[in-house]
């Protein structure tokens, strides 16, 4: 099993910055690709942004390209997503989660993190 753990959401104004980051325990050798997801009030969870194993290669939704950073420190197990220029419509509840099969838009999310709420007031 593993184990996903986030942190560093919270409340800010447009235009500030928030970092998140989620710590992967236990199996993490089969963990693959790893990311975040978001939902919103009445709305479906999306992708945002995916990192493989190597940390090569990365990901992003159309709406936070240019804004968003995800990264990947191997030897802490955790991915982090630097995410700039906040917008109110980046309100959500932020879901890391890791995709074994690796693939970095994380299409077969197997394991999810509780989330982490990140408000943006205009």
């Known amino acids: 099993q593993v184990q996903l753990v986030e942190s560093g959401g919270g409340l800010v104004q447009a235009g500030d910055s928030l970092r998140l980051s989620c710590a992967a325990s236990?199996?993490?050798?089969?963990?693959?690709?790893m990311g975040w997801f978001r939902q919103a009030p009445g709305k479906q969870r999306e992708f945002v942004a995916g990192?493989?194993?190597?940390?090569?290669?990365?990901s992003y939704t159309d709406d936070v390209k240019g804004r968003f950073t995800i990264s990947g420190d191997n030897a802490k197990n955790t991915v982090y997503l630097q995410m700039n220029s906040l917008k109110a419509e980046d309100t959500a509840v932020y879901y890391c989660?890791?995709?074994?099969?690796?693939?970095?838009?994380?299409?077969?999310?197997?394991?999810w993190g509780q989330g982490t709420q990140v408000t943006v007031s205009s």
């Open positions: 989660a890791a995709d074994p099969t690796g693939t970095t838009r994380l299409r077969n999310p197997v394991y």
């Open positions: 990192i493989s194993r190597s940390a090569f290669i990365t």
């Open positions: 236990g199996r993490t050798f089969s963990t693959g690709a």
